[in-house]
T-cell receptor, first 112, second 111 residues
Framework: NAGVTQTPKFRILKIGQSMTLQCTQDMNHNYMYWYRQDPGMGLKLIYYSVGAGITDKGEVPNGYNVSRSTTEDFPLRLELAAPSQTSVYFC???????????FGDGTRLSIL | QKEVEQNSGPLSVPEGAIASLNCTYSDRVSQSFFWYRQYSGKSPELIMSIYSNGDKEDGRFTAQLNKASQYVSLLIRDSQPSDSATYLCAVNNGNGNQFYFGTGTSLTVIP
């Protein structure tokens, strides 16, 4: 089982560039999440989805966009990258309310 | 007030000792509580889930929940150097859709 797969694993962007972080899960999970983790900090929720076609903002959504056209995929779009978006990004999924999340390996993003 | 608070540590214990990690949360209607372990440079890995007041044991790990005091803890018995990691406490919010994470407690087990 692949679980939650994130691509790319590493990326360096220039200020003002755009990119999409990919996340796919093969567990038929309804819920999917995007977090960022800065050094020494906990996980901050960017966006989440409770099912295909439904997305909602988390704690730190500014500068990001998401879509959920299928159950499997939940891409995160960065428009006009800024140095403050340098972070490690984790995608997670879970089957239903009350159940734990399962995390992907993360994408390490640097914006210079 | 932060939604979930943990002592950041670092917490150091000798090999074979009991490590005690604590977490408090602010949302009184939270129903689901989780402990994750995160090794440096890696993603969080689920260790324990707990939903009811009391203790839940799984091998060397025991999770304790007290909803009245809004407190959840993790005990690691017979600590091993491989337990050295950051431990994240996660709490489901009231409607169950979102999680709040603490900033984590760094644990070092000294051989």
């Amino acid at each position: 089982n692949a679980g939650v797969t994130q691509t790319p694993k590493f990326r360096i962007l220039k200020i003002g560039q755009s990119m999409t972080l990919q996340c796919t899960q093969d567990m038929n999970h309804n819920y999917m999440y995007w977090y960022r983790q800065d050094p020494g900090m906990g996980l901050k929720l960017i966006y989440y989805s409770v099912g295909a076609g439904i997305t909602d903002k988390g704690e730190v959504p500014n500068g990001y966009n998401v879509s959920r056209s299928t159950t499997e995929d939940f891409p995160l779009r960065l428009e006009l990258a800024a140095p403050s978006q340098t972070s490690v990004y984790f995608c997670a999924s879970r089957i239903n309310t009350g159940q734990p999340q399962h995390f992907g390996d993360g994408t390490r993003l640097s914006i210079l | 007030q932060k939604e979930v608070e943990q002592n950041s540590g670092p917490l150091s214990v000798p090999e074979g000792a009991i490590a005690s990690l604590n977490c408090t949360y602010s949302d009184r209607v939270s129903q689901s509580f989780f402990w994750y372990r995160q090794y440096s440079g890696k993603s969080p890995e689920l260790i324990m889930s707990i939903y009811s007041n009391g203790d839940k044991e799984d091998g060397r790990f025991t999770a304790q929940l007290n909803k009245a005091s809004q407190y959840v803890s993790l005990l690691i018995r017979d600590s091993q150097p491989s337990d050295s990691a950051t431990y994240l406490c996660a709490v489901n919010n009231g409607n169950g859709n979102q999680f709040y994470f603490g900033t984590g407690t760094s644990l070092t087990v000294i051989p």
